[in-house]
C-alpha cells in the first residue's frame, strides 16, 4: 500500500529528506500541468518555486487539507506573484477580471499539438486567472468545492458561484449552446502535456 502523503510529511518534518522528495515527486506533474497552461516559458522556474516554497514552509502546513490542495495553494501565490512581475503599466492587477493573455502576449500554446485541446487552452487563457485556475483545478486536477475553497481561500458557497460563472463564460468564448457543454468539453480534454 502506498504512504499516504500525510505520513511522507511527518517523516520529511522529522528529517526524513527522501520522503520529502517522494512527496514533492509525487505530485510534480499535477504542478508542470498546473503552469503549463498559464505561461510559455517559465512553467518550469515557477514549478521550481512552488517546490521551494514548500520546503521552506514544510513546517507551517497545518493539515487542515490534504497536502495536494496546499500544493495548489502555494502555486496560486507563486503564479500571481509571477503575474505581477509580468505587468507592464503598473496597475494593480485583479484575477478575477484579468487574463493571462492580457499580461502575458505569447500565451504557452506551443506545446499543445492537439487542435481542440488549443482550442480550449486559448479560450481558458481569455478568462480571468481565477476563472481559469477554478476550471482547470476542478477538471484536470479533480479539485472538488472544498479543495478549491482551501486553494482560493473562499467560502465553498463563493467557490460554487465562481465556478458556475467561469463555466458560463468559457461557454460563451467558445460559443458552445449551454453550459453542460462547456463542462463536457473540459472533461473531455485532457490536461496540457507538460513536457516539451
Not at 507592464?88 to 499580461?103: C, P
Not at 506545446?111 to 483545478?137: G, N, T
Not at 472544498?146 to 460559443?175: C, F, M, Q, W, Y
Not at 468539453?185 to 502535456?193: M, Q, S, Y
Amino acid at each position: 500500500m502506498d504512504t499516504s502523503d500525510f505520513e511522507l510529511l511527518d517523516r520529511w518534518r522529522a528529517g526524513d529528506k527522501p520522503a520529502g522528495q517522494a512527496l514533492l515527486a509525487r505530485h510534480f506533474d499535477s504542478l508542470c500541468g498546473f503552469f503549463a497552461s498559464k505561461t510559455d516559458r517559465d512553467a518550469d522556474d515557477l514549478v521550481q518555486r512552488t517546490l521551494l516554497a514548500c520546503v521552506a514552509a514544510k513546517h507551517q502546513f497545518r493539515k487542515d487539507a490534504s497536502f495536494r490542495t496546499y500544493l495548489f495553494t502555494v502555486a496560486r501565490h507563486e503564479l500571481y506573484h509571477y503575474l505581477r512581475t509580468r505587468q507592464r503599466d503598473g496597475e494593480r492587477l485583479d484575477f478575477a477580471i484579468t487574463s493571462v493573455a492580457e499580461i502575458i502576449t505569447t500565451p504557452a500554446t506551443r506545446m499543445i499539438k492537439d487542435a481542440e485541446k488549443r482550442r480550449v487552452v486559448e479560450a481558458l487563457q481569455q478568462l480571468p486567472v481565477e476563472q481559469q485556475m477554478l476550471l482547470e483545478l476542478h477538471y484536470w486536477h479533480e479539485l472538488d468545492i472544498a479543495a478549491l475553497s482551501d486553494v482560493l481561500e473562499l467560502e465553498p458557497g463563493n467557490t460554487r458561484v465562481r465556478l458556475h460563472r467561469a463555466r458560463k463564460k468559457l461557454r460563451e468564448i467558445l460559443e458552445l449552446p449551454g453550459e453542460d457543454e462547456a463542462a463536457q468539453v473540459l472533461e473531455n480534454t485532457a490536461k496540457p502535456d507538460s513536457s516539451g
